[in-house]
C-alpha cells in the first residue's frame, strides 16, 4: 500500500490537474480501505442513516471483502438498507455478485426485488434468464416490467412463449416490451 501511496502523493504534486484530481481521488479511497473496519462497523451495528452512508461509500471501492460487506447489508431488517446494497453491488458490474443478486429476488420487500431485477438486467448473462423468467410470475407489476425488459435483451427464444403472452396481455408497457423483444429474437 505504501507504494501506492508514494505514487499517488507524487501524481498529487504534478502539473496536469486532471491527474491531481484522480491521485486525491485515488488516495481517498486506500484511506477508506484503511479504514475498512469503521465502515463495517456502521453497516453491521450503525443507525440506518450511517449504514446508507457507509453502503454508498463503500460503492466506490473493489474486491471480494467489500462484496462480503456489502452481502451482510442483504440481511438488515430495514428495506432501505438491503435495497441500497442490492443497488451498489449492482452497480458493481462484477460476476462475483450474481450469486447474492439472484438471492435477493426471494427478498420479502417489493423494492428490494425491483432493484435486484434491475442489477441483474444490466449483466446480460444468459444463466440469470431461469432467475429472471421466474420474476415474470411476480404480483408486482412493477418487477414484472422491469424482468420483461431485461428479459428482452437476451433475444433468446427460451423467453418466445413469455413474450408471446405479454404481447396480448397486460398494460402496454408490457405489450410494448413484448413485442419488441419478439422482432429480435432469435429463431
Known amino acids: 500500500m505504501n507504494k501506492r501511496k508514494e505514487a499517488l502523493l507524487k501524481a498529487l504534486k504534478g502539473p496536469d490537474s486532471d491527474l491531481v484530481q484522480l491521485a486525491s481521488s485515488a488516495l481517498e479511497k486506500?484511506?477508506?480501505?484503511?479504514?475498512?473496519?469503521?465502515f463495517a462497523e456502521k453497516v453491521t451495528?450503525?443507525?440506518?442513516?450511517?449504514?446508507?452512508?457507509?453502503?454508498?461509500?463503500?460503492g466506490e471501492l473493489k474486491g471480494q471483502v467489500i462484496i462480503d460487506l456489502l452481502g451482510s447489508a442483504l440481511n438488515d431488517e430495514s428495506e432501505d438498507v438491503r435495497s441500497a446494497a442490492v443497488r451498489v453491488l449492482g452497480e458493481m458490474n462484477d460476476p462475483r455478485v450474481l450469486k447474492l443478486l439472484v438471492g435477493v429476488l426471494k427478498?420479502?420487500?417489493?423494492?428490494?426485488v425491483r432493484n435486484g431485477v434491475e442489477a441483474l438486467g444490466r449483466y446480460n448473462d444468459p444463466r440469470l434468464l431461469?432467475?429472471?423468467?421466474?420474476?415474470?410470475?411476480?404480483?408486482?407489476?412493477?418487477?414484472?416490467?422491469?424482468?420483461?425488459?431485461a428479459i428482452s435483451g437476451y433475444g433468446d427464444k427460451r423467453s418466445e412463449a413469455a413474450m408471446l403472452y405479454f404481447a396480448g396481455k397486460g398494460n402496454s408497457?408490457?405489450?410494448a416490451t413484448a413485442i419488441s423483444a419478439l422482432g429480435s429474437m432469435d429463431c
Open 30 to 38: 486506500i484511506e477508506m480501505r484503511e479504514n475498512l473496519s469503521h
Open 45 to 58: 451495528s450503525g443507525e440506518q442513516l450511517g449504514k446508507l452512508r457507509a453502503i454508498y461509500a463503500l
Open 107 to 112: 427478498d420479502k420487500s417489493v423494492m428490494v
Open 130 to 149: 431461469g432467475s429472471l423468467m421466474q420474476m415474470l410470475k411476480n404480483k408486482d407489476v412493477g418487477v414484472i416490467e422491469m424482468a420483461l425488459e
Open 173 to 175: 408497457k408490457l405489450k
